[in-house]
């Protein structure tokens, strides 16, 4: 459903760029935050089984509430098709958001986990190849996803209009859910569930305290260090705990810099599909929505992976380079930092492109001339001849007021001021002016503005733009990529129109004096908006360098993360790993909100430099962190038990009695001390009274 979220909050909410990709990215956080909470209760209470089954329940009903949420009808009373209580859609959709984020943030961090529980330790191979099937049936889904609800999404449904189908592209991943939810309860005989064993979050949050506090209360010099400052918590904790929280922290010290990679990836779904608005999606045998470009992502996911596993992987072992799972890791950052700078290069190319939009504190203006005539014409100083049924093509641009003057006998004032665009249109008799606002800015989701301007001596018809009287110009009316057809009748007929068009264009079609009815012949069309001409095939690179950096990082991480857990922490550590997604979608709203760039090619740019200097702290913590075993660890303090326990307990028994005995000798020696001095000061005082 993230396919088409971005979009969802952009048109049928109409919230602005900026505040679209805020939420956006507040609700990815948001998923990857409660992975936490999730970790707890199925580590310390239902087991991850019970946890998967009753958060997905939570998680459907997400879904059912974010497809009432976009039924447009429901408050649309006057059926107009725009909700007339957007208050009601928003408050809705957000409750949906919160589920949704409770449900997926409660599965996470459980769903991989359960499936490395289905493995033993021997089994090393098989559960790395689990997670690369794994990872590739997720993204064989988003495949499914990313293709499907844009589709769904692009359908028109509605009781008293037709709109856009948010409804059913959030519906149908809700029915899918039930059934996804059925098939996993239905195989539970099949699986190895391991037990809660207490709440283990609680217990390692109690442990670190300990720890801390203890080594804040024995800060003095003379006594001694302990090896590792988890350490200090041994008087209390068993060691066993103590060294597979050491395991864990060592783990967690390494994420601190991954959020980065999290922070380019996730904007896949917020800048790049907005990016791909302003492109050309005709592929020619098919076209693409902007949000399906998004399955460039899944599609060489599901290539990658198995060519990445058995085939880059085996190649590389065979030449003698050990290339560990963190140095796996970095490459797959450093990938994506150029997938942001081939995306900077990719809108470089569209701002080139796009047309000059007015300044807040300017105007322009385009002038057509129905007169029947030729006339000269005069603006702000700028002069030019325009012939019947013409007009000068391109905008003119000015700041503040200015004189058009027609034939230097009529003299008409223009304000162009607040970023306005404006078509002035001459007529007949009198050489008489009219303006007309236009739009100033391309049409979104990659439609067309068509609008007719009637130059006939009699008013028309035309479909979906209705009566136009004569000598004056209609609305306009959106259409998608493709054939424009229109109906115009007059009262001589009717005939059909048609014009091919493409992707966030704007024209006029000028119905001249010399229009045929029989035909529609005579038809001028005026460029408003040129279309999108930069194709969107020129995000593949993008892509194609993410998606690669994904598998090399992201796949890898999960093992990592799974094969460095000790036995009772792995959704802990899962849990962690998903809270660098998190922290990855903060950093998105904190750089885009400090940074304030006005071009987007910078902003990419910036967030590619953060990445590379990110990737170089983390191959230096890479190359001094040491590999470690949890189940040898595991093994070894369990040989030690009970009776290594008992002999350390007594151990530190004993030091804690040599630490208070040897404290109360100095105690007593500074006593004596003391005592000693203020005798020697005393003793002259009594031989004075004395004598």
């Known amino acids: 459903m993230k396919a088409v979220l971005v979009l969802y909050f952009r048109y049928f909410l109409r919230w602005d760029d900026d505040l679209a990709i805020t939420i956006y990215h507040t609700f990815v956080a948001l998923c990857y935050l409660t992975p936490i909470l999730g970790a707890i209760v199925a580590d310390s209470w239902l087991g991850k089984f019970k946890t998967i089954v009753y958060l997905s329940i939570v998680y459907t009903l997400g879904q059912v509430v974010m497809a009432i949420s976009a039924i447009h009808d429901i408050t649309d009373s006057n059926k107009d098709g725009t909700p007339d209580n957007m208050t009601f859609h928003v408050a809705l959709s957000m409750v949906g958001l ?178 791909a608005t302003t492109m050309d999606g005709d592929f020619g045998l098919l076209v693409i929505q902007p949000d399906q470009m998004q399955t460039v992502n899944p599609i060489l996911i599901l290539g990658f992976v198995p060519i990445v596993d058995s085939v880059i992987y085996p190649l590389i072992a065979k030449c003698g380079l050990n290339f560990t799972p963190l140095k796996r890791m970095t490459v797959g950052m450093f990938m994506a930092a150029l997938a942001f700078i081939a995306a900077a290069l990719v809108q470089l190319q569209i701002d080139e492109t796009l047309p000059a939009f007015p300044a807040s504190n300017g105007g322009q203006i385009k002038v057509f001339n129905l007169a029947g005539a030729t006339v000269d014409v005069s603006v702000g100083g700028q002069n030019f001849t325009l012939d019947p049924f013409m007009s000068n093509s391109k905008y003119l641009s000015f700041e503040g007021e200015v004189n058009v003057d027609i034939n230097k006998t009529s003299r008409m004032p223009l304000d162009l001021t607040n970023g306005t665009r404006r078509s002035l249109v001459i007529t007949l008799p009198f050489l008489n002016s009219t303006s007309y606002e236009d739009i100033t800015a391309k049409p979104e989701q990659g439609e067309n503005a068509i609008r007719f301007l009637n130059g006939l001596g009699e008013n028309v018809n035309v479909t979906s733009l209705g009566n136009i009287p004569s000598l004056n110009m209609s609305k306009y009316a959106l259409v998608q990529q493709g054939s424009a057809q229109f109906d115009i009748q007059t009262v001589n007929g009717k005939c059909t129109y048609s014009m091919a068009v493409g992707f966030g264009s704007a024209y006029t079609v000028i119905i001249p004096d010399t229009f045929t009815i029989a035909d529609c012949g005579g038809l001028r069309l005026e460029e408003d908006i040129s279309p999108n001409v ?93 590999y470690t075993d949890p189940a040898e660890v595991e093994a070894r303090f369990a040989e030690l038990e009970p009776e290594g326990k008992d002999n350390d307990r007594k151990r530190r028994s004993l030091e804690l009695h040599d630490r208070k005995e040897s404290l109360e000798e100095e105690n007593q020696r500074k006593s004596r001390s003391s005592s000693e001095a203020s005798s020697h000061h005393e003793a002259p005082a009594v031989k004075a009274t004395s004598m």
């Open 98 to 275: 919160i589920l949704i984020a409770l449900g997926t943030g409660g599965i996470k961090p459980c769903v991989a986990a359960f499936g490395g529980d289905q493995f033993n330790e021997h089994q090393e191979k098989q559960r790395s190849t689990f997670f690369s099937i794994f990872y590739l049936s997720i993204n064989a889904g988003s495949l499914l996803s990313t293709i499907i609800t844009p589709i769904l999404r692009a359908q028109e449904c509605g009781i008293y209009t037709q709109q856009k189908c948010y409804p059913l592209a959030f519906g149908v991943p809700a029915a899918l859910m039930v059934v996804a939810l059925i098939v996993f309860i239905v195989g539970s005989s099949m699986y190895t569930k391991v037990a809660p064993k207490g709440n283990i979050m609680l217990e390692v949050c109690k442990c670190i305290w300990y720890a801390v506090k203890n080594r804040f209360r024995n800060r003095s010099s003379s006594i001694p260090k302990r090896e590792h400052w988890m350490d200090w918590a041994d008087e209390k904790y068993e060691k066993l705990l103590i060294a597979q929280i050491k395991m864990v922290l060592k783990v967690l010290f390494l994420y601190i810099p991954l959020p980065m990679f999290w922070t380019l990836f996730d904007q896949q779904g917020s800048r790049w599909t907005l990016q």
């Open 534 to 626: 930069v194709h969107m095939a020129w995000q593949i690179p993008q892509y194609f360098l993410m998606t690669m950096g994904e598998v090399v990082f992201s796949v890898t991480g999960l093992e990592f993360s799974y094969s460095q857990a000790p036995s009772n922490m792995k959704s802990v550590l899962q849990a962690g790993w998903l809270f660098t997604v998190a922290v990855g979608n903060i950093i998105v709203l904190i750089v885009a909100e400090v940074a304030q760039l006005p071009d987007q090619w910078a902003e990419y740019i910036l967030f590619a430099a953060l990445l590379i200097f990110v990737c170089v702290v983390f191959s230096i913590m890479a190359y001094f962190y040491t």
